[in-house]
């Protein structure tokens, strides 16, 4: 049975099933087998969220030792194709397999990673450095679908389930991952089961993760960055490690909060213009779903560095710079005009009090938060020490 989400124009949007829904079914689907000596073509679990995932078996294999007996050393593998529903999930179409096998040791379960299963490298993860990136959730649901069978079946072997990606290598490199101290291949994740589409749940949660792995390096200062603009000017311009910066993408209030949760007291904010005059207006959700309101952010910028500079600049003039910001597709074009009257560095510096001002409030002031605020084509802006 498929999960479905309502979505408000009553469209309703099929969800996908996670990594490790899919370990798990593959894993029930293999050792079912492996009992009962067939084949099967369908499979089905239920997940955390009590939805019902029924996918397709392919791939499927058995071996046994000896016919009509149960043996250690028999195995089986099955494979399922990840389902991500109608969510962008650059992990979909993915083959999961699971591998397993009778071993000595009563009822003993172990979990391993195989082909395309990355390991953790850092600490902080939801696994120990040294383990497979195969988690808590999915760890519990396979242990879960093989404790039933084997007690279902009064088999008193133990099993070990290995776990593999065969193009795990090749995505990971497109995710958080290797940033994320997971080396290898892809992580096998999910709480629910369930992928929601559309949904920041899990970009949080990685932010999170991210945030406290820095922490528990102990690490003082938790670097914050929108994007990968901001990673590539402090990796070039500061000497920054990328794997010591927390990519926060539009969450940049989100960001400051957790980083206070996870026992951060000194925060450092570093972004392009293009975010940080949304920040410095108030707007800690930078994504353009809550509006675009960057030229009048930059105006409001503008008037009050003028004002900060009383007789520098004629009133005349002050209209006229307002109006062309107003007309302005960018923040740089803004820049652009606003440098014509040598006063890019009293905007900026009032971008970046402002943008302090918001994330301290963000954050009840727990931290200390300091920022640099950049342009491509400017360099460094203005910082706040």
Do not use: W
């Not at 794997?243 to 000194?266: E, Q, W």
């Amino acid at each position: 049975m498929q999960s479905y989400m309502e979505c408000s124009n009553d469209k309703k949007i099929k969800n996908g099933f996670t990594t490790g829904s899919c370990a798990a079914a593959a894993t029930k689907a293999a050792l079912m087998m492996l009992i009962s000596g067939k084949k099967i073509n369908e499979i089905k679990i239920i997940t955390p969220s009590s939805d019902i995932y029924s996918p397709q078996i392919c791939n499927a294999a058995i071996a046994k030792l000896y016919k009509g007996k149960l043996s250690i050393g028999d195995y089986a593998s099955a494979s399922v194709i990840k389902e991500s529903g109608d969510d962008p999930d650059i992990t979909n179409s993915l083959e999961i397999v699971s591998f397993v096998t009778f071993v000595e040791g009563q009822r003993r379960i172990t979990i391993k990673g195989g082909e395309g299963v990355g390991k953790v490298t850092r600490p902080g993860l939801d696994q120990p450095v040294g383990e497979y990136a195969i988690n808590s959730t999915p760890r519990k649901m396979i242990t879960e679908v093989v404790e039933e069978l084997l007690e279902n079946n009064d088999i008193d072997y133990g099993v070990e389930v290995t776990i593999s990606v065969p193009k795990g290598c090749e995505i990971a490199e497109k995710t958080f991952n290797p940033h994320m101290g997971i080396e290898g291949g892809i992580s096998i994740i999910g709480t629910t089961g369930i992928v929601k589409p559309m949904s920041t749940e899990a970009l949080v949660e990685t932010i999170k993760l991210d945030i406290n792995m820095q922490y528990s390096e102990g690490k003082k200062t938790c670097i914050i960055v929108p994007g990968n603009y901001g990673v590539t000017f402090l990796t070039n311009k500061m000497n920054v490690s990328d794997k010591d910066i927390v990519l926060c993408s539009n969450f940049a209030g989100d960001s400051v909060k957790m980083a206070v949760d996870a026992g951060f007291r000194k925060i450092l904010f570093c972004s392009h213009i293009g975010k940080m005059i949304k920040v410095s207006g108030g707007v800690l959700n930078t994504h353009s779903m809550y509006g675009d309101r960057r030229m009048e952010f930059m105006v409001d910028a503008f008037v009050e560095a003028v004002n900060n500079n009383q007789g520098k600049i004629e009133n005349t003039r002050v209209t006229e710079i307002k109006n062309r910001i107003m007309e302005c597709v960018s923040t740089t074009a803004a820049l652009d005009v606003i440098s014509e009257i040598d006063f890019v560095k009293e905007v900026s510096s009032v971008i970046v009090n402002r943008t302090v001002g918001h994330l301290s409030d963000a954050c009840d002031n727990k931290a200390e938060i300091n920022v640099i605020l950049y342009e491509n084509n400017y360099g460094e802006l203005a910082r706040s020490f």
